[in-house]
């Protein structure tokens, strides 16, 4: 037994061949896995490895987290613990929504909002700006008060909240270091409900934008891009007073029974809807802990404009719905609100996110992703990192002006280079 923890051989064991991600459309490279248990293991694994990624829960669509050495952090103690005189609480680097919400909940807080899902681990959720929904609510990034990582000497740092270049350090798109602990900023525990509303037209969605989507904490609009939109769902907070049930939101009409995002889909993975109020953690994502979430066998892309550009953005996707639709198991337009984070799509800017789940014919979807960024690009769409998309860094660099700091930071904490991989290289950094 070594001081540190476990034997040592525990720490590094022969990846399958066949290890994928959650979708199973990319194939780890990596040959190797560590799973250490405690910081000093994870330290010491840093600083050894000529090339390595952490890999969170392997939601990502793409090489993001690839590397040829892989590490996971769920064996390190989650040591979730709650400062309440701060509002925050801090975790472990592999802890994921769903177990930190269980605390939280047990302990009467909540977090502002969560993904579709709460199966992701907080660290890579925040590493790419992964978003919830809302007019005022910023992406999950933005609850980050403080992040301790290990950088790829084996040094420990820390920064928080207002530190000189923290703005850069929190969507780290991985390439910074090992996120050992985060911090994040909570609030009293409160109740959401969730009503469909279904069969909203295109014009009554164009015409007002801004009061559907402000109609409540966290709004979704699913389509497929047929003559009118699918469903509209909308996440209320619980307030003292009563709830002013409306029969039909801009002539959508309010659902009778429980929906799944996809029309036809039973909706027993999905968080309960039809206005029963519930806590937070299983109402703001759309699936629920303990179920497989979404459809599974699919692929994910999404492109974040600014939200000025929402008509004209969605205008331009519903022109291409003929070769999308073949393609398309559903789409899903959401709104986040501006950061100051430099790698985040939200940089700078209130945003919509154009969200496509697609079928599993990877080839095809790049063939209309090309049109679809082509159809795009008058409005500066920056993709999610998480997700599959075309553009290479240059046309990357285009879009974020914080880049050329994001890059010095690069180099400064990880000047041999440990944590850059093939996808980084050709989709951030190689401009
Ligand atoms: C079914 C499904 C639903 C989704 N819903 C949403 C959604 O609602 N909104 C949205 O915006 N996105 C969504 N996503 C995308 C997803 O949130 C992102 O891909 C996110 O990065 C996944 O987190 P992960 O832990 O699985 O990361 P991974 O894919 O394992 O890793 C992603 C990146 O984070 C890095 N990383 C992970 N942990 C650490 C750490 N401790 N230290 C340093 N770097 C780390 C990895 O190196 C990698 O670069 C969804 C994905 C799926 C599969």
Redesign the pocket.
């Known amino acids: 037994m070594s001081p540190n923890g476990p034997p040592a051989e525990t720490a590094g064991a022969r990846l399958d061949a066949r290890e994928h991600?959650?979708?199973g459309n990319y194939t780890y490279r990596a040959e190797r896995l560590h799973r250490p248990s405690t910081l000093e293991q994870v330290r010491e694994i840093v600083a050894n490895a000529p090339r390595i990624?952490?890999?969170?829960?392997?939601?990502?669509?793409n090489g993001?987290?690839d590397s040829s050495e892989l590490l996971t952090?769920d064996a390190l103690p989650a040591d979730v613990s709650v400062d309440r005189e701060a509002r925050t609480v801090s975790l472990a680097?592999?802890v994921r929504y769903g177990e930190l919400a269980e605390v939280l909940e047990a302990e009467g807080l909540a977090l502002a909002n969560l993904?579709?899902?709460p199966h992701?681990?907080v660290?890579?959720?925040v590493?790419?700006a992964?978003?919830?929904s809302g007019d005022a609510n910023g992406?999950l990034a933005t609850a980050v008060a403080a992040l301790q990582?290990v950088t790829s000497s084996g040094e420990i740092v820390t920064a928080r909240r207002g530190d000189a270049d923290f703005d850069g350090l929190v969507v780290?798109?991985?390439a910074l270091?090992?996120?050992?602990r985060i911090t994040l900023d909570v609030e009293p525990a409160y109740q959401v409900r969730q009503r469909v509303f279904e069969g909203l037209t295109w014009d009554a969605l164009f015409e007002h934008f801004d009061a559907i989507t402000s109609s409540g904490y966290s709004v979704s609009v699913f389509t497929r891009w047929g003559k009118a939109t699918d469903q509209v769902w909308v996440k209320s907070r619980v307030t003292d007073a009563p709830e002013q049930v409306r029969a039909d939101l801009f002539g959508a009409r309010a659902a009778t029974s429980e929906r799944h995002p996809i029309l036809g889909i039973d909706p027993i993975n999905c968080t309960q809807q039809l206005g029963v109020p519930g806590p937070w953690s299983d109402r703001l994502s759309h699936f629920r802990m303990g179920f497989t979430?979404?459809a599974g066998d699919e692929i994910?892309s999404?492109y974040i404009v600014a939200r000025r550009h929402a008509v004209a953005a969605i205008e331009a996707v519903r022109a291409l719905a003929g070769a999308v639709r073949p393609l398309l198991q559903v789409c899903e337009i959401r709104t986040t609100a501006a950061d100051r984070l430099w790698m985040s799509p939200q940089y700078g800017q209130d945003t919509i996110g154009i969200h496509f789940t697609w079928k599993r014919a990877e080839n095809a979807v790049k063939r209309v992703l090309a049109d679809v960024e082509i159809a795009l690009a008058p409005f500066a769409a920056r993709p999610?990192w998480?997700?599959v998309f075309l553009a290479d860094a240059a046309a990357i660099a285009r879009l974020y002006e914080r880049l050329p700091d994001f890059s010095r930071m690069v180099e400064r904490l990880d000047p041999r280079g440990a944590f850059r991989n093939e996808w980084l290289e050709s989709r951030v950094l190689g401009a």
């Open positions: 991600n959650w979708a990624r952490v890999v969170g829960s392997r939601h990502s669509f993001i987290g952090l680097g592999g993904a579709s899902l992701i681990s660290a890579g959720a590493a790419t992964t978003h919830g992406n990582l780290g798109l991985g270091g090992a996120v050992t979430p979404s994910q999404e999610h998480g997700k």
